[in-house]
């Protein structure tokens, strides 16, 4: 199993570009999420789904569309970059909303705007 | 509502010497709470997780945590470092009531000199 991936990883946007971060998971898990990680923070949720065709703001959803049309996929989009979207952002899945499971994480996406 | 502090931002210790990460944590109700570690250029890995069973949680690697009730506290120990534990350590805190969302701290770093 791959089990999380995510593409690219590395991307620098000019400011006022957009792009779209892809995530794929082969766990066939319910829930994804999509955080950022700021230097020195740790991760604060953007989006998450809990199945296809659902998805909820997290912490820090501005700037940021999501869609969930199978599964498997959770893209993440950039509409208008800015310099404040610089950051690691890392895809997430997990089976179920039980806390005591695990979320997998993927290896994440380094992402510069300038 | 939910948050976790860690309390040390960098910790450096001698290889084969003991590891501390502390955690405190604040949550109303019974939470759910785990370390990630996240290897440079990597995705996060559980290292282990409390889910209200033993309050002594061993996890991979020789690592294990303590849940203190009474000291609102999680903290991480292993008995003797080793280089390839080099690496970013996040405490974790989440509610069963908050879907399963994750509440990270601001991360460890932890050095090893040989």
């Known amino acids: 199993n791959a089990g999380v991936t995510q593409t690219p990883k590395f991307r620098i946007l000019k400011i006022g570009q957009s792009m779209t971060l892809q995530c794929t998971q082969d766990?066939?898990?319910?829930?994804m999420y999509w955080y950022r990680q700021d230097p020195g923070m740790g991760l604060k949720l953007i989006y998450y789904?809990?199945?296809?065709?659902?998805?909820d703001k997290g912490e820090v959803p501005n700037g940021y569309n999501v869609s969930r049309s199978t599964t498997e996929d959770f893209p993440l989009r950039l509409e208008l970059a800015a310099p404040s979207q610089t950051s690691v952002y890392f895809c997430a899945s997990s089976l179920v909303r039980d806390p005591s499971y695990e979320q997998y994480f993927g290896p994440g996406t380094r992402l510069t705007v300038t | 509502a939910q948050s976790v502090t860690q309390l040390d931002s960098h910790v450096s210790v001698s290889e084969g010497t003991p590891v501390l990460l502390r955690c405190n944590y604040s949550?109303?109700?019974?939470?759910?709470l785990f370390w990630y570690v996240q290897h440079p250029n990597k995705g996060l890995q559980l290292l282990l997780k409390?889910?209200?069973?033993?309050?002594l949680v061993k996890g991979i690697n020789g690592f294990e945590a303590e849940f203190k009730k009474s000291e609102t506290s999680f903290h991480l120990t292993k008995p003797s470092a080793h280089m390839s534990d080099a690496a970013e350590y996040f405490c974790?805190?989440?509610?069963?009531?908050?879907?399963?969302?994750?509440?990270f701290g601001g991360g460890t770093r932890l050095m090893v000199k040989p």
């Open positions: 949550s109303s109700y019974s939470p759910s």
């Open positions: 789904s809990v199945g296809a065709g659902i998805t």
């Open positions: 974790v805190v989440t509610l069963e009531d908050a879907g399963n969302m994750l509440t």
């Open positions: 409390y889910t209200s069973a033993a309050t």
């Open positions: 766990m066939n898990h319910n829930y």
